[in-house]
């Protein structure tokens, strides 16, 4: 079980706004302060598209949108497109391990 | 631009030992941490190690302890992963990563995996 908790998937049409939660549980919680989230697609690597909890890589478009509440961190998609259908994972890390969560599945309808 | 090429996977009996390498190019290299993170083909990424930026310091998932060991060799600019007593669970494809700092913080770059498959 990961220390970091994703629903499964999520769905949405097309021009919807989607949100993905990834929630720190355990007795690391209180740990991981700083949140990333990746996007892969199959046979791929993951990609960066957010960092330090809100924060885009060059390159990545503003449709990603990042925020962190308590100990959840949330990856918004804004504008879903047929592009954006995919697995995307969230990770942080502490002094001695890097954690990501199980994943979501992002479906567009 | 940053590249990581990984190689050295294939098919070995449980027990057996590989080791894995990821040549990297495109950014100074004994300036970042790297990490080795795994994923079994349709499943989620599992960290497997971290190694600071001048190899003094490492750390391993329980569930590698004791049987992987992360190296580095800067001036070959070079990433290693020694895996012994492999079992059928280590089956996965591997990933170099490199960390966004000399030691601790998020990956910003992936290689594109090479699959290691355990079994009899």
């Known amino acids: 079980q990961s220390a970091l908790t994703q629903p499964a998937s999520v769905s949405g049409s097309p021009g919807q706004s989607i949100t993905i939660s990834c929630t720190a549980a355990?007795?690391?919680?209180?740990?991981?302060?700083?949140f990333s989230w990746y996007q892969q697609f199959p046979g791929k690597a993951p990609k960066l598209i957010i960092y330090d909890g809100s924060r885009r890589p060059s390159g990545v478009s503003n449709r990603f949108s990042g925020s962190k509440s308590g100990y959840t961190a949330s990856l918004t998609i804004s504008g879903l497109q047929a592009e954006d259908e995919g697995l995307y994972f969230c990770s942080s890390y502490t002094t001695f391990s890097t954690v990501f969560g199980g994943g979501t599945t992002v479906t567009v309808l | 631009q940053v590249q990581l090429v990984e190689s050295g996977g294939g098919m070995v009996p449980p027990g057996r030992s590989l080791r894995l390498s990821c040549a990297a190019s495109g950014f100074d290299f004994s300036s970042y941490g790297m990490n080795w993170v795994r994923q079994v083909p349709g499943k989620g990424l599992e960290w497997v190690a971290t190694i600071w930026n001048d190899g003094n310091v490492q750390h391993h998932a329980d569930s590698v302890k004791g049987r992987f060991t992360i190296a580095r060799d800067n001036s070959k600019t070079t990433l290693y992963l020694e895996m012994n007593s492999l079992r059928v669970e280590d089956t996965a494809v591997y990933f170099c990563?490199?960390?966004?700092?000399?030691?601790?913080?998020?990956?910003?770059?992936w290689g594109q995996g090479t699959l290691v498959t355990v079994s009899s």
């Open positions: 355990g007795s690391d919680a209180g740990y991981y302060q700083y």
């Open positions: 990563a490199k960390i966004s700092s000399p030691r601790l913080g998020y990956v910003d770059n």
